[in-house]
């Protein structure tokens, strides 16, 4: 069974910084693209970055030069570093994952359950 596990969300105020954390479990896993989305009060869900297994990485121009994702493939984890952070900002922030099981090409996309980030002074 996959599963996705975030942390590291909470409360700053503006300009402070924030580290998400999002570790998938499961047994003989391969975690292709890897992304953080995040949906704000009353609005969609909207990408925010994400990154190859290789290491190229996207962002929404939002966030470009404030976040910057990363992974750690030995652990099956991606991270997000926000800095600057500011009130629009806020919303519930999902990581998501494309896996595959070792020895088979079908890959489904798995998703955490959320973490909420607010920025408010």
């Known amino acids: 069974q996959v599963q996705l596990e975030e942390s590291g969300g909470g409360l700053v105020q503006p300009g402070e910084s924030l580290r998400l954390s999002c570790v998938v479990s499961?047994?003989?896993?391969?975690?292709?693209?890897m992304a953080w989305c995040r949906q704000p009060p009353g609005k969609e869900r909207e990408l925010v970055a994400s990154?190859?297994?290789?290491?190229?990485?996207n962002y929404a121009d939002s966030v470009k030069g404030r976040f910057t994702i990363s992974r750690d493939n030995a652990k099956n984890a991606v991270y997000l570093q926000m800095n600057s952070l500011k009130p629009e900002d806020t919303a519930v922030y999902y990581c998501?994952?494309?896996?595959?099981?070792?020895?088979?090409?079908?890959?489904?996309?798995?998703w955490g359950q959320g973490t909420q980030v607010t920025v408010s002074s």
């Open positions: 499961g047994s003989s896993l391969n975690s292709n693209t």
């Open positions: 990154i190859a297994r290789a290491g190229i990485s």
């Open positions: 998501n994952a494309d896996i595959n099981q070792v020895g088979f090409l079908s890959v489904t996309r798995y």
